[in-house]
């Protein structure tokens, strides 16, 4: 089965930056799109920022500017890069990738979901 694991979460001032990482392992055909979403107590899961195989993102208005989200194709991870980090930035952020599985693999393509990392940002 594919697995992502998250990495690089922690609890930072206001203003501060984190870097969050994600590696997918597995018997992977490709990726296609890379992304993390977060959720925060009592809030919908969103979007932050999203990343195509072929480097192209997107971000979320409340992140644009600030986060910046990349891949290296070669190791199936996905970076984000967060600075000036503000206490509403506070949430679990999830990887998620969608996977393209080999025929036979015994798992589907699909999108696939890490366990999350928290993020905690102090004012």
């Known amino acids: 089965q594919v697995q992502l694991v998250e990495s690089g979460g922690g609890l930072v001032q206001a203003g501060g930056s984190l870097r969050l990482s994600c590696a997918a392992s597995g018997r992977i055909f490709s990726i296609n799109a890379m992304g993390w979403y977060r959720q925060a107590p009592g809030k919908r899961r969103e979007l932050v920022a999203l990343?195509?195989?072929?480097?192209?993102?997107n971000y979320a208005d409340s992140v644009k500017g600030r986060f910046t989200i990349s891949r290296d194709n070669a190791k199936n991870t996905v970076y984000l890069q967060m600075n000036s980090l503000k206490p509403e930035d506070t949430a679990v952020y999830y990887c998620?990738?969608?996977?393209?599985?080999?025929?036979?693999?015994?798992?589907?393509?699909?999108?696939?979901w890490g366990q999350g990392t928290q993020v905690t940002v102090s004012s």
């Open positions: 990343i195509t195989s072929g480097g192209s993102t």
């Open positions: 998620n990738a969608h996977i393209i599985s080999y025929i036979g693999s015994g798992y589907p393509t699909g999108d696939y």
